[in-house]
């Protein structure tokens, strides 16, 4: 009999440092953001001090924001508040529903 191997938490999600889901993505992102925007700002001819501050502010301020928006709205919050951000607040019809939906009155034949 064959025997194959098994690996559970293969479909868990990314938790590192105790960020998860999104916010692990979002910090990411901003790192890496804040290191090309260092070098972009060097290579621009900004002085090798202020870009590194520049790049401590950026990281940090993204760390930050990151970690305090997982502790405050949890593991599924981003996309709740993006979805909560796409939810119309109020529905308007100006039009009567007969006139949305076309209803077809079915014939009748008259029997012989």
């Keep these: 009999m064959k025997s194959y191997v098994i690996h559970r ?15 692990f993505y979002y910090a990411a ?15 621009l001819g900004l002085p090798i001090l202020l870009a590194i501050l520049l790049l401590a502010i950026g990281a940090g301020g993204t760390l930050a924001w990151c970690y305090t928006q997982n502790s405050r709205y949890g593991r599924w919050g981003a996309v709740k508040q993006q979805v909560q951000r796409l939810k119309p607040s109020y529905v308007c019809q100006y039009q009567s529903f007969n006139r949305l939906v076309p209803v077809r009155r079915s014939t009748t034949r008259s029997r012989r």
């Design 29 to 43: 992102g901003g790192l890496i953001a804040s290191v090309f925007l260092t070098l972009f700002s060097y290579i």
């Design 9 to 23: 938490g293969v479909d868990n999600e990314i938790e590192f440092r105790g960020l998860r889901g999104l916010y």
